[in-house]
């Protein structure tokens, strides 16, 4: 059994922020993701209290190939933080060599070695008129980065998931997220063969 | 000349005779009735010098193999510098027919001594033979112009087509038009009133069609929205129509140009020139287009010191940046835009055809391009005119945008103050000011200020389409520049080649001079130089 268990492919991933980002429902329309587009089990674990009023919320997602025994992320492999407050609290308990994705004008890596993936989530999302998008657009950046679950379920998620008559508008911002994933990966890998200009 | 494709002993070899030393040689020659080649057909003039490149060139575009162009040694000339210039102009037509795919090889220059008679020979000799190696020219001369057409009928449908009946004279245009503004005596108002009272055969009209700089200033004022450079445009094509001459720039030379390009059997070199390091594929589906950039330097490469292909370079650079690596086509032709404002319709849709043609069989779905004439005459005149384009077409700056907002992309600090000179095609007549100040906006001056008039509203930069230029181009250029100054500003970005050739070309200006200078630089070059990964 244990055996078994360990060669499952199974990721936990923390997402954090403060109330009012739609950190719990970025945690939902990814575990949707998961279970209905890729076949795969999925367990959601939301964490309020103060945080409702404003403070530190998150959002605990496993994604596993087997049975999820127990629900609560002790040791993440990838975070992601959308306040400073959440990355403080969390990036602690981040796995060795894990992930970590930030909303690069809210959050400061401080104390952190080992790759950051920054995006101005928050700052887009105002570009596109709604600042509340902030979170899908984080999760389009997630998905291009981790590669979590597959684009095609994590783009049925959104759809499904957003209130009625605002699907064009959040596939919009989705899709943004991606596309600047897309960009800062290939701007690494530009940088990394030091071809930084045209 | 008449086409000689199929006989290959009928060559054709234009010789430019200068009336002093060569041709006391050339007479020598006669005198001892000693046989010249056939082939030669001998043209006396004044000196070599004078033969601009437009007169080298023009034989070619009428189906000749060859042109010789002889001339006084250096130092013997009774001119003092006709061989000077004639060196200069014959280096720069052979550099335009190494691109055209003729061979530089098809025009010599050579001077000689007045008793050097047996060298001349020699030289004729050799250059026949070396003509017949070559084989015949692929260019096929056009017809001579038709039997002057109905003008005066075909002047009432366009009048009619283009709805200047709906003018009410109340002169909008003319304190809007830029040429009128500079003091030249011309008026849209009074050729829309003359053409209308049937006065088009009057020289007045018949120049004052040649001088409009098609910038749509007017059109943009007038209330009853009669549309001016569309109704030059066909006045222009009637008037060539029926035989009455045009007012063309540098003696024609790039009309001359273009028309030959629309040989299809032409070789033609349009991307020999590239640096190694930019990466194309052969198998992409987009291409990028890139004009007569390359034509231009060479031509004004001895006077302006202009450096437009720039403009192609750092455009392929940025695609690249991107991760594109574009078609190109060997065989790219001019788009066409200055001939369909100069009246030739007929070798317009020549041209329209070749290209079409040409880059639907490559299998292309996207034509980017960074000239705002090439831009308008594919989205524009090519459906207007019936050459369809079942490729999608891009101007480089929307598809700059698009890649640049996606992210993780920014731009280097840029130490220079900047104003903007809006590209006509592009700003006005497309109506899409907004998109090369969006990129601007992304860049890091010192500081960028508009000048007075700009956007849609902006002041041409004195010609197009190479018509007409004369003073009052050279005033409102200058008036242009002064503007340009006048912001504070120490770098004039502009987005188009030929905007770049033409306030250039003031900037020469003997009597107002340093006054007048200010660095020139495309905005496509700015966004390459300091665009970086971040
Ligand atoms: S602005 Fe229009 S209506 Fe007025 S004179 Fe000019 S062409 Fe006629
Ligand atoms: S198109 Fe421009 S140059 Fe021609 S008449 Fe109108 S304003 Fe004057
Ligand atoms: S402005 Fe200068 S370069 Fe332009 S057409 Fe006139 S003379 Fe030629």
Not at chain 1, 114 to 127: K, N, Q
Not at chain 2, 291 to 312: E, H, K, M, N
């Amino acid at each position: 059994m244990t055996q078994t268990k360990e060669q499952t492919p199974r990721q936990e991933i923390t997402i954090t922020g403060f109330g009012g980002q739609g950190i719990v429902l970025a945690g939902r329309i990814l575990g949707k993701a998961a279970v209905l587009g890729d076949h795969k089990q999925s367990t959601l674990v939301q964490s309020y209290g103060p945080e409702a009023r404003g403070g530190a919320c998150s959002a605990q997602v496993i994604i596993s190939e087997g049975t999820i025994h127990y629900p609560y992320v002790r040791h993440p492999d990838i975070l992601v933080s959308m306040s400073q407050t959440g990355f403080d609290k969390f990036i602690g308990q981040l796995k060795e060599g894990g992930t970590v994705l930030i909303d690069q004008d809210l959050v400061q890596p401080r104390g952190l070695e080992g790759d950051v993936f920054p995006i101005p989530a928050t700052r887009i999302a105002e570009e596109l008129g709604r600042k509340m998008m902030a979170n899908i657009i984080m999760f389009g950046f997630f998905t291009v980065i981790t590669r979590a679950v597959s684009m095609e379920a994590a783009l049925d998620s959104v759809v499904g998931s957003v209130p009625k008559g605002t699907e064009e508008m959040n596939k919009k911002a989705f899709d943004k997220g991606c596309d600047y994933g897309v960009a800062l990966l290939k701007s690494w890998e530009k940088k990394a063969k030091g071809r930084e200009g045209a | 000349m008449k086409n000689g494709h199929g006989d290959t002993t009928d060559f054709s070899i234009i010789f430019f005779l200068c009336s002093w030393g060569p041709h006391a040689a050339f007479q020598a020659l006669q005198d001892s009735a000693t046989q010249i080649p056939s082939e030669i057909k001998m043209v006396r003039i004044p000196c070599s010098g004078r033969i601009s490149k437009a007169l080298l060139f023009k034989p070619f575009e009428m189906g000749a193999d060859g042109v010789a162009l002889a001339g006084c040694e250096t130092g013997t000339c009774r001119y003092g510098t006709g061989t000077s210039t004639a060196e200069k102009n014959v280096e720069h037509t052979r550099a335009m027919l190494n691109l055209l795919g003729l061979g530089e090889n098809r025009l010599h220059l050579k001077t000689f001594m007045p008793e050097d008679s047996e060298g001349l020979l020699q030289f004729l000799g050799g250059f026949c033979d070396e003509i017949k190696d070559m084989g015949k020219s692929p260019v096929v001369p056009s017809p001579e112009a038709k039997a002057p057409s109905e003008g005066v009928e075909l002047t009432k449908e366009v009048v009619a087509a283009h709805d200047i009946y709906a003018c009410q004279d109340c002169g909008k245009c003319s304190s809007a038009c830029p040429l009128t503004l500079v003091g030249k005596p011309f008026s849209p108002r009074a050729i829309a009133s003359n053409i209308i009272s049937g006065n088009v055969d009057s020289a007045e009209v018949k120049k004052d069609v040649w001088s409009c700089l098609a910038c749509g200033l007017c059109y943009d004022r007038c209330p009853s929205a009669v549309n001016f450079p569309e109704f030059i445009k066909d006045m222009r094509h009637i008037l060539k129509e029926g035989g009455s001459r045009d007012y063309l720039a540098h003696g024609g030379f790039f009309q001359s140009l273009m028309r030959t390009m629309t040989q299809k059997e032409l070789r033609v070199n349009h991307w020999d020139w590239l640096p190694a390091d930019i990466e194309q594929d052969t198998e992409s589906k987009t291409m990028f287009f890139g004009g007569c950039a390359p034509y231009f330097d060479i031509f004004f490469s001895g006077f302006l010191g202009v450096r437009t292909s720039d403009i192609l370079v750092d455009s392929l650079r940025l695609l690249n940046f991107f991760d594109i690596s574009p078609l190109l086509l060997q065989s790219e032709r001019c788009c066409g835009h200055d001939l369909l404002w100069s009246g030739d319709k007929e070798n317009f849709l020549k041209l329209a055809r070749l290209n079409v043609d040409a880059i639907q069989e490559s299998g292309v779905e996207e034509l980017i391009t960074a000239c705002p004439e090439c831009y308008r005459t594919f989205t524009h005149d090519y459906p207007t005119e019936g050459v369809k384009v079942n490729f999608k077409v891009t101007h480089i700056f929307d598809l700059l945008e698009d890649e640049i907002s996606k992210g993780a992309v920014g731009f280097k600090p840029f130490d220079r103050r900047m104003t903007f000179q809006d590209p006509c095609r592009l700003s006005r007549l497309e109506n899409r000011s907004e998109l090369p100040r969006k990129l601007i906006d992304r860049l890091k001056p010192v500081e960028f200020r508009e000048m007075q008039d700009r956007a849609g509203g902006a002041i041409c930069c004195g010609n197009s389409a190479w018509t007409g230029c004369d003073s009052y181009s050279k005033a409102l250029q200058v008036k242009r520049i002064r503007q340009a100054q006048s912001t504070g500003s120490d770098l004039l970005v502009t987005a188009c080649p030929k905007c770049q050739i033409h306030l250039q070309c003031a900037m020469e200006d003997p009597f107002l001079g340093e006054e007048l200078e200010m660095d020139i630089m495309d905005l496509t070059s700015i966004l390459a130089k300091t665009i970086n990964w971040e």
